[in-house]
């Protein structure tokens, strides 16, 4: 260990590369997804020191062109999930004993290399894998994901630093140790960002992580745990198992020395693991409580006061609800506007959509690629079917075909029922709902919005008339944690926008802040006195 009071390189966001023609990171993205379609990946999972292969595969298909295959990976069962949590309790003591500079390192070397030699190919394997446009993946694959890393690093260094008081004669001292046991953390499709950040937060803190991916995100994954193992990650600190996700929640859920969940991914699964650890605190069967953190669900919101510009407005609604094909947490899913103002918006978006060009990622023309899998494409195709037959409904833009790869045109609906499912519901996919209200509605409709839906992650509010802008930071206080005024609903930045919502959209620990590094400590206080007393006596015993 250094003698050095050591400070951590400030963090900065990284700049977002624009992939525009003639660029240089344009012509070595279109080289390395050459290289990458071209051949097909071995993905085994990563269990201590050993690369396991099961020989129990299983194909991995773009899913803008669903019948060539990326690669296979190496199904696991809940064995290999057992040997994962012994590896990572293995590795538990030199991890946590390491200074925490020094773990910060391997992360901030992570960050490195993904901004240069790196930064290719997690784009390539997650514009392939996961149909995200270069943009979609640079912001989220490349950016965002550099941004955690670094930022962690200042986060961890502030909670480090902040001491108690010490009067004379008394050394206060606090310590943030790792949880005792092991982090288990369950990641998501959608977000490449996310999906190397739920394990690796707690990593940097000190704790030893088994990490299962997405499925439909093995691929990425794969080329993660490369990167990290460059970074210099001791074998066993993150460990990736891969199978049936019910087999490794159930089989680490079940262990006494479970510590901690950090998740993102539906609220009926997140309540479901809620409810089994619950089951296991009452049985006695944890060495300590753990800690559950998850980001869910959403259903979020674009809410339009009659003041509001038309033009930003339409492009929040085509930004905000068709981006990456509506398959983000954040995505603007419903939106309320007066009826004063919606023939002139329509009359914005539609031409707009007309535009839009649905295909494969790697013509960069295209603004949306494919939803992730047939499953998806089944659940929001029939849901645009039943709202094409539903009388309540009138679907302004829509069409689908998964003949090559699982297409949905951007679909925008208006229903005149403000109690509607689409305006409830969580659909995933690039379908708008519109709810139009009398202009006089006004505050009935705030409070529609406000209640129409359980959930509350991301909202929008359109307005130039600041009075209006100031009552709805209050009349919609708890309809979302992240909130945008004149922006659309997504696109929140590490270190700018702390990420993260409430009600059934999740345990609000906020990504990408020191409030969810610190769910992954444990403090301990240490008093130190110099002179301590002798005598056991008290003056006012005189």
Not at 129 to 150: N, P, V, Y
Not at 253 to 269: D, I, K, Q, R, Y
Not at 441 to 460: H, M, V, W
Request: hydrophobic fraction near 45%.
């Amino acid at each position: 260990m250094l003698s050095a009071r050591l400070q951590a390189p400030p963090a900065i966001n990284e700049p977002v590369l624009s992939y525009a023609p003639g660029t240089p990171e344009r012509a070595a993205l279109i080289t390395t997804l050459a290289s990458l379609a071209g051949t097909e990946v071995d993905v085994p999972m990563f269990i201590g020191a050993k690369e396991v292969r099961t020989g129990h595969t299983v194909p991995m298909h773009a899913p803008h062109d669903h019948a060539h295959v990326l690669g296979h990976w190496h199904k696991g069962t809940a064995h290999h999930v057992g040997q994962a949590i012994d590896a990572a309790l293995a590795a538990r003591r030199d991890w946590a004993a390491m200074p925490w500079q020094a773990r910060a390192a391997v992360f901030l070397k992570a960050a490195d290399l993904l901004t240069t030699k790196h930064r290719q190919l997690l784009n390539a394997s997650t514009m392939l894998g996961q149909s995200k446009t270069a943009h979609q993946a640079e912001i989220d694959a490349a950016c965002e994901l550099i941004d955690f890393w670094r930022f962690n690093v200042a986060f961890a260094e502030k909670l480090y630093s902040d001491q108690p008081v010490s009067p004379p004669g008394v050394w206060n001292q606090l310590e943030l140790r790792p949880l005792e046991g092991f982090v288990l953390a369950v990641t998501p499709f959608n977000f490449t960002s996310i999906a190397a950040n739920l394990p690796t937060a707690p990593a940097l803190m000190g704790n030893t992580v088994v990490w299962k991916p997405s499925i439909n995100a093995t691929y990425s994954a794969h080329f993660i745990m490369g990167l990290l193992r460059e970074a210099g990650l001791p074998d066993g600190v993150i460990n990736m198992v891969l199978g049936d996700p019910a087999d490794t929640v159930d089989t680490a859920l079940a262990h006494p020395a479970f510590a901690g969940l950090h998740f993102t991914g539906s609220t009926e699964v997140f309540q479901g693991l809620w409810a089994k650890v619950g089951a296991n605190v009452a049985a006695n069967r944890y060495r300590t409580y753990p800690r559950l953190v998850g980001e869910t669900g959403g259903k979020d919101f674009i809410f339009a006061h009659r003041s509001a510009d038309l033009d930003a407005l339409a492009v929040a609604i085509v930004r905000g609800g068709y981006e990456f094909q509506g398959q983000k947490c954040s995505a603007a899913s419903r939106v309320y506007v007066p009826i004063s103002c919606w023939k002139p918006l329509v009359e914005r978006v539609l031409p707009m959509l007309a535009e839009v060009r649905v295909g494969d990622v790697r013509d960069f023309s295209n603004f949306m690629g494919a939803v992730i899998d047939q499953r998806a494409y089944d659940r929001l195709t029939g849901r645009i079917k039943m709202a094409q037959h539903d009388p309540r409904c009138e679907v302004l833009h829509t069409g689908f075909d998964d003949r090559t790869g699982y297409f949905i045109e951007p679909t925008l609906v208006r229903t005149d029922d403000p109690s509607h499912a689409l305006l409830r519901d969580e659909l995933f996919g690039p379908v708008v709902t519109a709810y139009t209200y009398e202009d006089e509605d006004y505050e009935a409709a705030l409070r529609l919005c406000d209640e129409a839906s359980p959930y509350a992650l991301t909202g929008a509010f359109f307005a130039r008339d600041r009075g209006a802008i100031e009552h709805a930071l209050g009349a919609l206080r708890d309809t979302a944690g992240n909130f945008y005024i004149n922006d659309k609903p997504t696109g929140a930045v590490v270190g700018q926008q702390p990420f993260g919502g409430a009600r059934a959209s999740g345990t609000n620990d906020k990504a990408g802040s020191a409030m969810n590094l610190l769910r992954w400590a444990s403090a301990r206080t240490i008093k130190e006195t110099f002179v301590p007393p002798t005598a056991w006596r008290y003056p006012f015993m005189g």
